[in-house]
C-alpha cells in the first residue's frame, strides 16, 4: 500500500516563500508523475504543477514564474518550491501520483497578513 505525506504548509505572509515536500512509502516512487493539487476554501481542487518520470514540469497559470515542482527519486519525494506568495495561495496542498488514488492528507498553507 502506497501512503502519500505532505508537509511544509504554515502561515506566512504575502510575499514570503514555503517549500513543500511530499514523501512516499515504498520503492514506486519513481514510475509515477507527481501532481500538486490546491483546494481553496468554497472552490474545487485544482492542479498547481505537475512533474513526470523524466523531470518535465508543468503549471497553472495562476503560479506560473513563481512555484517550482522538482523530485528526488532516491528520497522517494517530491517538492514544491513558492515564493512570492499571495493570500490567493491559501490552500491545503495536496500531492498524487497521476492516474492513481494515491493521495495524501494535504498540507495547509496560510498567506496572510
Known amino acids: 500500500q502506497v501512503q502519500l505525506v505532505e508537509s511544509g504548509g504554515d502561515l506566512v505572509q504575502p510575499g514570503g516563500s514555503l517549500r513543500l515536500s511530499c514523501a512516499a512509502s515504498g520503492s514506486i516512487f519513481r514510475l509515477f508523475t507527481v501532481d500538486w493539487y490546491r483546494q481553496a476554501p468554497g472552490k474545487q481542487r485544482e492542479l498547481a504543477a505537475r512533474?513526470?518520470?523524466?523531470?518535465?514540469?508543468d503549471y497553472a497559470d495562476s503560479v506560473k514564474g513563481r512555484f517550482t515542482i522538482s523530485r528526488d527519486d532516491f528520497k522517494n519525494t517530491a517538492y514544491l518550491q513558492m515564493n512570492s506568495l499571495k493570500p490567493e495561495d491559501t490552500a491545503v496542498y495536496y500531492c498524487n501520483f497521476r492516474g492513481t488514488e494515491y493521495w495524501g492528507k494535504g498540507t495547509l498553507v496560510n498567506v496572510s497578513s
Open positions: 512533474i513526470t518520470r523524466d523531470g518535465s514540469t
